[in-house]
């Protein structure tokens, strides 16, 4: 029986000819049957990729073989079938958007806040001089977030910089962002020290690294990811489900895209009202003539690529 594996991982380290880069990483992660997600920039590497068990290893066993990538940390869940169908590789600005693009002010490579390990953070985070920031996005954190975990209601991580007055009343105290995977409190843990906050910490690994080795104590709900299985499970010690459904209100942890593309909206809904509304989040949604038909997963496949699609049959059989 074939195996198979989802890397998480990221990595700030300068790549020259990033552009040229992008396109042979591409090819060479299609020559290993791989599928997911990788961005490229100048400042580094942002990828979620999946595949069999041997392919894995040799991706990540290349990568740590070149001096920029050698300390990235894979994040590895074992899957019963790739996350993606898809394989890109795509270059810009930044690994992960957030309009901070100036290194002589953010520059993760040379600062950034102090990375506690899951461990660590465990043994910290119920502290009364200790506030857990969650600086993803809304989507993200209604489905599963830290308990007592102050969230904003942005849309992307590139609105965060906004929001630091919010947390002005609490320079004094020590400050512990959080995210998925680690990436984007890198670049909010160095905001937050140019900012003049003082003592600014990071979860090194974040949400996923926890979950694997803290067993997630105290992260409420699901964890979204940004693959075909949307949300993941964390916390194996005091679990909980917080999200509700958006139509009804009750509890449920599954997240879909509205039937109607040009509504789109992620949202939470429980199956029962996804089978009334045929994966709509409206009624007006459901009654629109470019309503998407709804398979029970509310995921669609925008563009979809037999290339690849070929690919994994290949890996499968």
């Known amino acids: 029986m074939i195996k198979y594996q989802t890397l998480l991982y990221y990595c700030y380290s300068r790549i020259e000819g990033a552009e040229q880069f992008a396109s042979d990483h591409l090819q060479f992660c299609k020559s290993l049957n791989l599928v997911g997600r990788i961005i490229v920039a100048d400042e580094g590497l942002n990828g979620t990729v999946s595949g069999t068990e041997e392919s894995c290893k040799i991706y990540m066993d290349t990568l740590h073989a070149d001096p920029r990538f050698s300390k990235i940390d ?31 002010i953010i520059n993760p490579e040379l600062k950034t806040g102090i990375h506690l ?75 937050l020290l140019h900012e003049g906050f003082e003592n600014v910490y990071q979860l090194h690994g974040g949400i996923i690294k926890y979950g694997k080795e803290a067993g997630g ?43 109607n593309p040009e509504c789109n909206e992620h949202f939470t ?37 037999p290339i690849n699609t070929d690919k994994l049959k290949a890996v499968k059989a």
């Open 74 to 104: 894979f994040k590895i869940d074992d899957v019963e079938e790739p996350s993606f169908i898809k394989m890109h590789c795509r270059y810009k600005a930044e690994i992960v958007h957030s309009g901070l693009r100036d290194p002589s």
């Open 117 to 191: 390990e899951p461990e660590d953070f465990v043994n910290m985070k119920d502290d009364e001089d200790v506030v857990i920031v969650d600086v993803r996005s809304n989507y993200e954190h209604s489905i599963g977030r830290f308990k007592n975990a102050i969230t904003f209601d942005i849309d992307n991580f590139r609105d965060f910089p906004q929001q630091i007055n919010e947390l002005a009343k609490f320079k004094n105290k020590k400050i512990v962002t959080y995210c998925t995977g680690g990436i984007k409190c890198e670049k909010a843990s160095a905001l």
């Open 269 to 305: 809904q429980c199956d029962a009202c996804g089978e009334q509304l045929d994966g709509a989040c409206s009624d007006v949604c459901q009654a629109h003539p470019r309503k998407r038909v709804y398979d029970g997963t509310g995921y669609y496949v925008k563009v979809p690529q």
């Open 217 to 259: 104590e105290d992260f409420e709900g699901k964890c979204y990811v940004f693959d075909n299985r949307v949300a993941v499970d964390v916390n194996s010690v005091n679990p909980k489900v917080i999200s509700t459904c958006r139509n009804c209100g009750t509890h449920t942890t599954k997240m879909i895209n509205c039937a």
